[in-house]
């Protein structure tokens, strides 16, 4: 990693365009519960619900004209796809999503909606490869991957960098660990723009893969994911993990009681809908008072996509 | 009514250092879907999460040092009880709330944690009118009622002034109707401020007095109000029914299925959390398409104190 902060700024120029500048809001109520003076970066108002779309965007741009001619391609069934449709028709990029068959019929509408093409397949992950594959090589698409692509961390570390421009103050920034993408980048971003910050990470304890992969020093899988934060079952790959083993300074695990009730109190609290997964940071700081007691800290809230039939309150 | 410009701006000057400046969002699907451009005034963001935060402040703030000093008083076991008690709290005023032994625990534990002091009484009107004239005998306490008192009116009406003072290019405002202080105060806000804007009310079919008030030309009551919509069951009243009646250009009446699903929308697209009241103003132009085509629309989101545990969806 060796970005600088004219690069950070030149990959936000490079999507401003095309997103939000999403809204970064406070609670009295929450600081108070919490100790703590907490800034949240609302990317559940980022298009398509969720910070992917900066990723997606930031991937699409870096193509070049042929190779965006001729196409994307992802296998995702969740918020990725979404967003790399979304980002592929705002720059008129054909986008090809390959979806398990099993996926829910709302989110293969919702991709639809946005103009991806599904090609649906089994759902182990050799069925996804080869599909996505057979792709690749029939229409020449660029595989996009969901979170260990380098121009897709740098992309989603545009969330952190804006926060961090207009907070300047912030000591610790925290945020969901799934995949790897979105803790990589605001990694970056943190690292490179405000090197006294520390980026800490939040991972349910029922997906804890990444914090033991910094435990061991390699990337460690999960054999069960009996988690609510949909969006943080997977697990980090081979791009990101250096990154996050050296620029995060650590990870908190939370359970599932504790997930539900930071989201339970960002939703009645501060009148916003978010998932699941962005409640596991604002988890982590009110599990972990003392460290955050008194401090200035940025929180990424990741997303908004929520079933609204299957909450969990 | 008689306001000026400057008498509005003043009532706003008077609460601004105490209320928050809600945001106003917008939404292209939303948009898309109803076939107008609609500026949301997003009263779900304000102090306690409701508009009453406004009419509450303002009316304490109308009173003389004698008057504050011996307190206020008010029956409701709703937003207005939360609002009152917040207000006064924010000037040092005593705040006495009388409710229903019946009102859930919930409400009343908010108006103590808002620093209410609570009577409670058995739920009839005149049980809750007697102990409030207990109250303002024994305390000399001023009463301050939800939605029938002119300095409430004015007060509710700043949403309005905010929302016409940021959006001047605005065709129509849409608000909810419950006991009238909201409706009422838009009205006078928007007919001062952009005489050629139209002022529209929403309410449900369920608990439609306010149509029939205006059809009839005197107040009229609900038999029943079988709506989910509950900050909207209440009838006008005297003060608030001649401001409506002569500025108001009509009241569009929603099913609680329309209700419901604007309430969806709302959260599911927006990512906002507002009660089922403000969503009566979204389902009223959604039903009207043609009358809303292509106009620029302010909508007023009244709040989002809503039970997480008891949702319609």
């Not at 916003?272 to 460290?291: G, R």
């Given at each position: 990693?060796?970005?600088?902060?004219?690069?950070?700024?030149?990959?936000?120029?490079?999507?401003?365009?095309?997103?939000?500048?999403?809204?970064?809001?406070?609670?009295?109520?929450?600081?108070?519960?919490?100790?703590?003076?907490?800034?949240?970066?609302?990317?559940?108002?980022?298009?398509?619900?969720?910070?992917?779309?900066?990723?997606?965007?930031?991937?699409?741009?870096?193509?070049?004209?042929?190779?965006?001619?001729?196409?994307?391609?992802?296998?995702?069934?969740?918020?990725?796809?979404?967003?790399?449709?979304?980002?592929?028709?705002?720059?008129?990029?054909?986008?090809?999503?390959?979806?398990?068959?099993?996926?829910?019929?709302?989110?293969?509408?919702?991709?639809?909606?946005?103009?991806?093409?599904i090609t649906e397949c089994p759902s182990t992950l050799q069925d996804r490869e080869a599909t996505a594959n057979r792709i690749m090589k029939e229409k020449g698409a660029s595989f996009i991957h969901p979170s260990n692509d380098m121009n897709v961390i740098l992309g989603q570390g545009t969330a952190a960098t804006e926060l961090l421009l207009d907070h300047p103050?912030?000591?610790?920034?925290?945020?969901?660990?799934?995949?790897?993408?979105?803790?990589?980048?605001?990694?970056?971003?943190?690292?490179?723009?405000?090197?006294?910050?520390?980026?800490?990470?939040?991972?349910?304890?029922?997906?804890?893969?990444?914090?033991?992969?910094?435990?061991?020093?390699?990337?460690?899988?999960?054999?069960?994911?009996?988690?609510?934060?949909?969006?943080?079952?997977?697990?980090?790959?081979?791009?990101?993990?250096?990154?996050?083993?050296?620029?995060?300074?650590?990870?908190?695990?939370?359970?599932?009681?504790?997930?539900?009730?930071?989201?339970?109190?960002?939703?009645?609290?501060?009148?916003?809908?978010?998932?699941?997964?962005?409640?596991?940071?604002?988890?982590?700081?009110?599990?972990?008072?003392?460290?955050?007691?008194?401090?200035?800290?940025?929180?990424?809230?990741?997303?908004?996509?929520?079933?609204?039939?299957?909450?969990?309150?």
């Amino acid at each position: 990693m060796n970005s600088s902060k004219e690069e950070l700024l030149k990959v936000l120029e490079t999507i401003a365009p095309f997103i939000h500048r999403t809204p970064v809001l406070t609670s009295k109520l929450i600081d108070e519960m919490a100790g703590c003076e907490i800034q949240f970066k609302c990317e559940n108002f980022q298009k398509m619900g969720a910070f992917k779309m900066r990723g997606a965007m930031y991937a699409i741009s870096k193509l070049s004209e042929d190779q965006k001619n001729a196409g994307v391609v992802t296998h995702s069934s969740g918020n990725f796809a979404q967003a790399l449709s979304l980002a592929a028709k705002s720059l008129n990029v054909p986008a090809y999503i390959v979806m398990p068959e099993s996926a829910p019929e709302v989110k293969k509408a919702a991709v639809r909606t946005y103009g991806g093409k599904i090609t649906e397949c089994p759902s182990t992950l050799q069925d996804r490869e080869a599909t996505a594959n057979r792709i690749m090589k029939e229409k020449g698409a660029s595989f996009i991957h969901p979170s260990n692509d380098m121009n897709v961390i740098l992309g989603q570390g545009t969330a952190a960098t804006e926060l961090l421009l207009d907070h300047p103050e912030l000591q610790i920034i925290v945020c969901p660990v799934g995949g790897g993408g979105l803790i990589a980048g605001t990694a970056i971003s943190t690292h490179v723009l405000l090197q006294d910050c520390l980026c800490i990470g939040a991972e349910p304890m029922e997906a804890d893969d990444a914090w033991r992969s910094l435990k061991s020093g390699k990337i460690e899988s999960n054999a069960s994911v009996l988690t609510i934060a949909d969006g943080l079952k997977t697990m980090l790959g081979d791009v990101n993990f250096p990154i996050i083993r050296d620029h995060v300074s650590e990870i908190i695990r939370v359970s599932e009681q504790e997930i539900i009730a930071a989201m339970r109190l960002i939703w009645e609290r501060m009148k916003i809908v978010v998932e699941a997964s962005s409640a596991v940071a604002l988890a982590a700081i009110i599990q972990q008072k003392d460290k955050f007691r008194n401090k200035k800290v940025g929180l990424i809230i990741s997303g908004g996509n929520v079933d609204l039939t299957n909450l969990p309150f």
